[in-house]
């Protein structure tokens, strides 16, 4: 069963490093952001830091573009669609405890850039909190996120990127079918806590675990990244039982 993953894998790697390379060579060209569309973006981002602070799961569902927009974190995963969305805000720790509950997450200063028919931008969150880094597209319904991904002060340090774990899940075989998300029990009952797939900065690079789909285990690897870009360092199949009694990297 792992042996036919392990192929699927090498498969879609090799289709999908053939997309990315004729993608690269067309760039699309950068140009300034209206002062309507900063007003939009800056609308959407508010909204965000409100949905999310206040709990309000299918509102913070909403802002994000239909079928495939999506967050990602490195202990999160990358989290698309409406319901796994709303999972996740309902999964916070605020929204379990007695936290107060008020805008979180709130930009200190947004960096934006019109690059085709989408604008891209950069959220910094102060106090070292981190940043965003987003992909907004124009939709029937206004502005909306195609993509936002949060990069933690030590993936800062680690010189990591939002592009570094796509390029990543990619490598990995994240979008293969093969990975399972990750739920946990609690008070309340089952509580959501990563899409399949999370990855965390390390000294090498960077490592991630990968829930296998019909199997009791997991992917362990290690990647490196060489001048032809990620790579494998190693990748190892870890059985549930050693991952739950700390047997993992």
């Known amino acids: 069963m792992r042996k036919s993953m392990l192929v699927a894998l090498v498969v879609g790697l090799g289709c999908s490093v053939l997309t990315r390379a004729a993608a690269q060579q067309t760039p699309a060209p950068a140009s300034p952001v209206s002062d309507q569309d900063r007003a939009g973006i800056l609308t959407l981002v508010g909204d965000y830091a409100r949905a999310l602070g206040l709990c309000a799961a299918e509102d913070y569902a909403r802002l994000f573009a239909e079928p495939d927009g999506y967050f990602a974190s490195g202990p999160r995963g990358k989290v698309a669609g409406h319901d796994l969305l709303v999972a996740l805000v309902r999964s916070e720790r605020h929204c379990n405890d007695n936290s107060e509950r008020r805008a979180r997450n709130v930009p200190s200063k947004i960096d934006l850039q019109a690059s085709g028919d989408r604008i891209m931008g950069r959220a910094e969150l102060g106090n070292n909190s981190g940043h965003y880094e987003d992909v907004y597209v124009k939709?029937?319904?206004?502005?909306?996120?195609?993509?936002?991904?949060?990069?933690?002060?030590?993936?800062?340090?680690?010189?990591?990127?939002?592009?570094?774990?796509?390029?990543?899940?990619?490598?990995?075989?994240?979008?293969?079918?093969?990975?399972?998300?990750?739920?946990?029990?609690?008070?309340?009952?089952?509580?959501?806590?990563?899409?399949?797939?999370?990855?965390?900065?390390?000294?090498?690079?960077?490592?991630?675990?990968?829930?296998?789909?019909?199997?009791?285990?997991?992917?362990?690897?290690?990647?490196?990244?060489?001048?032809?870009?990620?790579?494998?360092?190693?990748?190892?199949?870890?059985?549930?039982?050693?991952?739950?009694?700390?047997?993992?990297?």
Do not use: C, H, M
Not at 160 to 185: C, H, K, M, P
């Open 139 to 249: 939709t029937a319904r206004g502005w909306q996120f195609k993509s936002r991904a949060y990069l933690s002060p030590a993936e800062e340090a680690a010189g990591l990127t939002a592009q570094d774990f796509i390029d990543i899940r990619q490598l990995a075989g994240n979008d293969s079918g093969y990975f399972e998300d990750v739920w946990t029990e609690a008070p309340g009952g089952s509580r959501f806590k990563s899409a399949g797939f999370v990855i965390a900065p390390s000294a090498e690079g960077a490592t991630g675990r990968a829930k296998l789909k019909d199997e009791t285990g997991y992917y362990e690897d290690v990647y490196v990244k060489k001048a032809q870009g990620w790579r494998f360092q190693s990748r190892r199949y870890a059985p549930e039982a050693a991952v739950r009694a700390g047997g993992g990297n």
